[in-house]
């Protein structure tokens, strides 16, 4: 027996794989730092 609250959130997922999403969120976090960085240090 599968319980489907243990799913994951896979139906939720922008990206059939896990792994193109885990990268997609560091791509985005780095941009973020990157974005705030330069803000901070022209500021």
């Known amino acids: 027996m599968q319980n489907p609250s243990f799913d994951r959130g896979t139906q939720l997922s922008i990206f059939k794989s896990d792994r193109l ?3 997609a969120a560091l791509a985005v976090a780095l941009i ?3 974005g705030i960085l330069v803000v901070m240090g022209h500021g």
Do not use: N, P
Request: net charge negative.
């Open 21 to 23: 999403e885990d990268f």
């Open 32 to 34: 973020i730092a990157i």
